[in-house]
């Protein structure tokens, strides 16, 4: 039996409607490898539903107008799925079932794609190394040893696209937290614009820099998933009211794009290798036609891109979870009193990383420092993006290193107590499109190690057309795509 | 010494509307416990919060009958504190930027005319409510998230008789402007009284006390007068005053210590960003002042069922369709009827932007059943179509039980059918108009439904006549 699951969704969908594969054996397949996955990928496995799914579908035509019909997907496990237990990889949530749906589930439910499994992330979508989950760590799949990350927050979306368990998988964005996990993990790693997607049902972390964003294993896929999810919902009312665009139609426009890159960002690399990968391809970009302008942004301002980043999302992260109090849903704790219970709740419930998020969050916007620290990461969260608005003004993309990095081994993450400026620079400059609610893509680059790494183009917001298609110009130059762990091609 | 009471009055009214202020469950006054609630009312994770527009007119009429300036844009923020009450952990509240700010109001008093200056008002949500049983505490979250307005005067007023009158002219007010029922006994509007006493001549201003949760007319004044007589004997036997929170006993006809002011509360207000910023347009606004009979709602003008009208209340895409069919000049039952059937069933399923997407068409073929171009089996099975991603230009030139259209066939069929009917056929000639109506099914029931009505009833007319 040909390995079917692991192709690409266009690929898939060319089967389905081929009728050389039914949606059922899909599911078998998946179901197959996720058993056999050692990546501590998942939180729940939709088995049961899944086969149901699959087996009404096989009454049915194949829809050769629905790329979606028929094709197992995993699903991040911080959006709401009415029925289907939602952990968010948290203690506090370990029972939490909902009573109703994301938007982005019910759309993919609509279309007839089959969740086939909730991914694992770190607890409550809060953290970059896909180890804080009340599951452990998430491995990634490219590296056999079991001792490297493949990144978070979205570490089991990520994990189970990379190894081909699916042909896409949904994750969240709120930092890097979808892109850098693609760079780890060769794959593509896309959040549209803030405001494209409903986010009506994923779990807050920080909502004035939360995005769905998802992975791919190349570029058209991603348009294709794009085509599904954006567009306004009523019950986001941060949703864009815009006309909707066909993403994959516009794929293929060529033209002599000007891209920019920030040369302090680059020059922060440290790893010689990814550098001159990087390096070589922008003349080989110039060769297609594309133009690239080096620009300069203030060393000061990209330094404050992660202080900014971790006040203005700890700060909204306080009040956003402030509803676990495990009284009218998730881990209860008996008590004499309210405070009591809220206490042993929020105490026995969180990690010790999470509570310092809060800590730090609520101490930002105590009246009496909300000048000094909470308006202050606000003001510079402004100039940071002013200063890439202007950039932008004159590109059309800004194109990156996604990571300074290959995918690190768990014992060198060990927080450290110093802030190191350069690193800093190199290695969270993806949360300005957070900041800024701009479209950006990881797309894979090339490998070290044996491991991959990602490029990163970001564009203005509302030009995720545009961001795509360059992205696929890219895509081609590169002749990275279709990547699976442990599959060389 | 002589001594000048100062008192300053904020008010919180609960605003009638069908709805919440952000979640779209119902707010029917004592409906069983917990029986009306949205999936935000419970701040359940991932739920996010949308505005009732009626919420905001109700605000505007009061902001604008207490002669207020209204903001541009309205925002709202979230003020955060851990209560068992508070589901989300912090409420919506209009903190940094109130709806409206700087208005007045004519109070007649024993003395005269006296102009009450009214510092802001905003919209904010309730909370839920607590019933104590024995050592238990239950919550009810039905009032969870109800829409509420907080009116806060200047301290323009110098006894209690005054404050109660003005809270007495804020109820008339809400009532004429049908935004509250301003029942105290219900909770439908609560009054805080802050009390100070300044003495005359002198530079004291005054300590600031509050009396909190005051719930009748007649104890606002009562709880003034008992503070205002506190705070006296206190100043007098020169022992210290504080700032505090103090609550009315009726029986004793004392005001109570609840806390300390000295300790600052802090609710680390910060904006929500879940709401963008909204422009209060020129035509809201005009919309809100003109509403002279608040219609409780625009689905009152439609003879509709119950159940009907509860399926368009609770999905607000299902009623903004409504209206959209209604001024396309489709008639009302059969558009409810639709939406709360097939359409409903469809939404819970798929959601509203699948059915946004296929809205247009939707429209259409809802027409083309109206003009009798297709039938009831083949309005529900293209409806099915298009939700399967099919258009309808394709759904109805591929459809293989496409009506009869051949004339010819479709009179042999009749005269089939005629002959069958023979007894009716003889009924309806003798006058028995039902009959018609009869032999019609009979043709329905023999072409399984897939002819056009309007010609199968011509051409049966135009038989029986010959």
Redesign the interface.
Known sequence: MIDYISLSLTALHQALVNQEVTPKILVEQALEKIKADDNNAFEYICEKEALLFAEELSHQEP?A??IFWGIPYVMKD???TKDIL?T?SSRL?AD?V???S??VY??L??AKAIMIAKATLDELAMGGTGSSGHKGQTFNPWDKTHTRMIGGSSCGSAASCASGIVPFSIGSDTGDSVRKPASFGGLVGFKPTWGLI???????FA??LDTVAYFTRNVTDCAHILNLLA????????TAKRP?VDYVEKLNIKKPYILAVVDEIVEATDDPLIKAVFIKHLSLLEKQGLVIKHVSIDKKLLEAVYPTYYIISS??S??N?????G???GVHQAGES?EEM?FKVRTNGFSHRIKRRFVIG?LA????N?QDI?LRAARSRRLIVNAFKRVLAECDAILLPASPTIAKPFNETVPTKSFDKKMSIADNHLAVGNLGGFPSITLPLGFKDNLPFGINLTGDIFTDEKVLSIAKAIEELIGLKDLIAGVRK | MTYRAIVGLEIHLQLVTNTKLFSGALTDFGALPNSQIAPLDMAFPGSMPTINERCVKAAIKMANALDMSLSETMTFDRKNYFYSDLAKGYQLTQYFNPLGRDGQLLLTTAEGEKVIHVTRLHLEEDTAKQVHVNNETWLDFNRAGVGLIEIVTAPDFNSGVEAEQFAKLMQKLALKLKISTGKMQEGAMRVDVNVSLQKEDSAFKGVVVEIKNLNSFRNIARAVNAEIKRQKILLESKEALYPETRRYDEINNLTIFMRRKQQKNDYHYFPETNIAPIKLSQDLIDMAVNEDKPRGDVLADYTLTTMQKSVLTRNPYLKTLFIKLINKGLPSDFVANFLAGKVQAALKIMGAAKLQKIEEETITLLALYQAEKISSKQLTTFYQQLLANKSLNDIYNSDNDAPIASEQRLAAIIDEVLLECHEAVIAYRQGKDKSLNYILGQIYRKTNNQVDPKITKALLLKKMED
């Open positions: 829809e107008d629905n911080n959006f709401s939602t968010a949530l939490y909902p009573v109703f994301a938007e019910l759309r439910m609509g409903s986010r009506y049902g994923l779990f807050p909502p004035s567009g306004h919902d009523f019950k986001d009312m941060t909707v700060a909204e306080t009040s979870n402030a509803n676990l109090d009284i009218k849903f309210y809220l609520g916007l105590l009246e009496d909300q909470y």
